[in-house]
């Protein structure tokens, strides 16, 4: 497991990869928004800076739990008081799955685990009737989940301008971390609309 550093703005790993930059804020803030809209129970899976968190924490949803697996991340959320403000769970998600109750909402933005073969077991699992799912995705990861997702769940999209907020360089080799010309960001719902008959 790579090591990760904070900065002001960002979360890096030692390979130099952004795992997660302040200019997110405006996403962040529309996904919590839509998360805590039934003010029942949230999972959020990743924890990065803590930007989500922190707008999940200030709309008081019912309960609050955050999965982290990564030891730098996990002492930030110490350093920072996580532990007296939400539920916290420290591992792998994919190893709780079946072992932590069920939420009217999950989200998940975690970095470089495997996600794909282990959502739909959670979403069955952990995830109430009418409650709803989303993630950080991208195009390619978020066709294989909708290949993969059961007859049972319906799903939609928001969007939110771009209007210049992704900045242009994201990397020392000019990759981008996620596509500066967008247009527009699309945050997927998916919504369990019955229990699937096993």
Known sequence: MPEYTYTKDQLTSSGGSSVMMD?????????????????????????GLGIVDGYINALNPKSHTIIECHPDVINHINETGWKTKANIIEGKWQDFIGKMGSFDSIYMDTWGDVRVPHINNLIENHLNV???????????EFDMILDKLPNNYKVSYVYLENNNLIPKIQHNNN???IDPSLEKITIPIIKKTKVMRK
Do not use: C, Q
Not at 24 to 44: C, F, H, Q, W, Y
Not at 130 to 140: A, K, N, V
């Open 175 to 177: 990759d981008y971390y």
């Open 130 to 140: 009418s409650g709803i799912f989303s993630i950080w995705h991208t195009d390619l």
């Open 23 to 47: 200019w997110e804020r405006p996403i962040m803030k529309k996904v919590a928004e839509l998360i805590t809209e039934s003010k029942g129970d949230v999972l959020n899976i990743g924890f």
